[in-house]
Every structure is written in structure tokens, then in C-alpha cells.
């Protein structure tokens, strides 16, 4: 895939979940291409996104992990390459040629 605009990394304390975590579900304003995606806080106070394919709902504002998350975005410039991985509602799994791993926009990547 390549890269048709600059992306710099939102959040630099990027969620961490693990299998069997708790989670805290906040609601928070969404744009309706990202909708799926979800505001929590986990067990130390971090905050973040996570894909709604990622936990199991217990409560209106709790949930469990049911599969392991990390919200590490990459940075990326205009006309970078990546390999995109998988996508989840608007946002792309991508692998940069130098090996790091991360979340991007899929409005900001086009077929070669």
C-alpha cells in the first residue's frame, strides 16, 4: 500500500490488553467511517481506542477482553510504503518496511 498523506502517532501511551482484562467503556463522539471503535480505560488508568472485535460486553461501561489489543499507531510520511495486515472499521493493521508494526487511517492508503 502506499501512503497518500503524513500521519503522525495521536497517542503515544498506546493501550496494552491482554486476554482476560477488564476494561472501562466510556462514550465518546465518533466520526460514523470509525464506528466500531470504542473509548476504554484498562486497570491502570490508561485510555485509549479499541475495536469493539477486541472485548466482550459484561455491562453498559465494562466489557473483558477476548483477544489481545495494542492502540500502537505508526507515523508515517506521504508516499511511504507499508503492508497493510488486516483492517478494522476505517483503520488498518500496517507493517512499515523497517519492520514497525501499527495502527493507520485506511483514508490515507491506496493500492500501488
Given at each position: 500500500?502506499?501512503?497518500?498523506?503524513?500521519?503522525?502517532?495521536?497517542?503515544?501511551?498506546?493501550?496494552?490488553?491482554?486476554?482476560?482484562?477488564?476494561?472501562?467503556?466510556?462514550?465518546?463522539?465518533?466520526?460514523?467511517?470509525?464506528?466500531?471503535?470504542?473509548?476504554?480505560?484498562?486497570?491502570?488508568?490508561?485510555?485509549?481506542?479499541?475495536?469493539?472485535t477486541y472485548f466482550k460486553r459484561e455491562h453498559d461501561d465494562k466489557a473483558e477482553i477476548v483477544k489481545n489489543?495494542?492502540?500502537?499507531?505508526?507515523?508515517?510520511?506521504?508516499?511511504?510504503?507499508?503492508?497493510?495486515?488486516?483492517?478494522?472499521?476505517?483503520?488498518?493493521?500496517?507493517?512499515?518496511?523497517?519492520?514497525?508494526?501499527?495502527?493507520?487511517?485506511?483514508?490515507?492508503?491506496?493500492?500501488?
Open positions: 500500500m502506499k501512503v497518500t498523506e503524513k500521519y503522525e502517532i495521536c497517542y503515544p501511551n498506546p493501550l496494552n490488553l491482554k486476554v482476560g482484562e477488564k476494561i472501562q467503556l466510556f462514550k465518546k463522539d465518533i466520526p460514523e467511517k470509525w464506528k466500531g471503535w470504542n473509548w476504554c480505560k484498562d486497570s491502570t488508568g490508561n485510555e485509549g481506542w479499541i475495536s469493539e489489543h495494542t492502540a500502537q499507531e505508526i507515523s508515517v510520511n506521504e508516499n511511504d510504503k507499508v503492508e497493510l495486515v488486516f483492517e478494522d472499521f476505517g483503520w488498518a493493521w500496517c507493517k512499515k518496511v523497517n519492520g514497525e508494526e501499527g495502527w493507520l487511517p485506511t483514508e490515507i492508503l491506496r493500492d500501488m
